[in-house]
DNA sequence: ATAGAACCTCAACTAAAGTTGAGGTCAATA
DNA sequence: TATTGACCTCAACTTTAGTTGAGGTTCTAT
């Protein structure tokens, strides 16, 4: 058990498989998430990646960020425009978190009025390209700055999924 | 244009190209749907697909169940295990969609206990392994059957990714 | 000094949900 | 009848988030 006693200062750079037991994300991942700049490393002499311990809280923020259903694209994004991008600040943890936040809010603001309109038209079922909530895709359309969409596509050949209220299966 | 003039008998079959414009999806995830199995074609002496217009309420369902986060994979055996493959009646979407409906709730109680733990977390940012909730990740064990977990676990080596508290940015 | 665990790179593979294109056929309209 | 838009199949490509494996090197405890 080569790791157990490898002199243990409170300060020494981590290895790969460190982190990866550390932070619980595969060796494997640690390397992509470096192709991808979410993360970077030392070298040591013979070409082996060295962290400093704050690689610990930068995959802790991402893999929070990934929960919140960020895209790692993004939040790459986010981490590299950071004033400070080698080192998370309590600063930076504020602002990404209250932004992250603010996103997911939104989501969950989404899934609920998607739920709402599946209680309502349960009982209903005509699930009409016209009439039908959940078919007139108000979410979708209110993050191009819509609500004009109805107006401006009133004239348009709309069909009938089926009739409305009409309980029919077809 | 030689869509608008086919003679418009009210319950004629249905081409590809029309089922797409009217339930709004691109043909050739039309074609896509077919070869996983979720749903169906008829074809004309030359091999044409014709769809009958159940279809629409088929793909309805379909796109709603995707909203709500199923997987494709798990819409098609949803659909397959029911009494009557072919058509949807009212019976199974109020089926179908009140299982989805507990589904979403869920989804929706995990983002919001994220939300409250992002809320609560702002302000620490300690982010520890060890100690901070939104690292414990409760939501992903409770499926498991876990509860047992901090207890079993409890010997563990773990690591501080940081001190809690400490507001330091290693 | 050496065994063996841990590490390296690079390429290929996975899964989901489709999209794109090539090469060829069908059908409705002029 | 000829044209042309719509349709057909099949294969390959796309994106996201990684995983797996081959072939070779480094590190560290003994």
Redesign the pocket.
Known sequence: ???????DLPRREL??????TRSG??????????T?GLIK?M????????YPRSVLRRIAV?KIA?RTG??????QKELSALPNDRQLLASDWAHLSEHWKTDLNERIAKLTALRDQLTSCIGCGCLSMRDCPLRNPYDELSEKGAGAYLIEHAGEEQDEATGCNKGSAD
Chains 1, 2 share one sequence.
């Not at 994300?25 to 470096?34: G, N």
């Not at 070298?43 to 060295?50: D, E, L, Y």
């Not at 960020?70 to 939040?75: N, R, S």
């Open positions: 058990m080569p790791e157990k006693n490898r002199t290895t790969v498989g460190e982190v990866a994300v595969a060796v494997s991942t640690l390397h992509f998430y470096e991808k490393s070298r040591s002499r013979g070409n082996q990646r060295r991402i990934q960020i895209p790692l694209a993004d939040i």
